[in-house]
């Protein structure tokens, strides 16, 4: 439960950042299923995908 708390949390920060700040939380959080990855991209504005891309790598 506790978990999935810290995800609420996480996921409602992701949702009112920046998009430097999104990129910066996207690639610096560890210990999320591929779920949550996928549902934190949904938040993720997808013009600026590429960026997010290159922050990756």
Known sequence: M???VN???LKERFKNATLDEKIEIYT???GLTV???KELLRYFPLQHL???E???Q
């Open 2 to 4: 506790d978990k999935q």
């Open 50 to 52: 590429s960026k997010l």
């Open 35 to 37: 779920e949550q990855f």
């Open 54 to 56: 290159k922050a990756m």
């Open 7 to 9: 995800f609420e949390m």
């Open 28 to 30: 610096t959080t560890s």
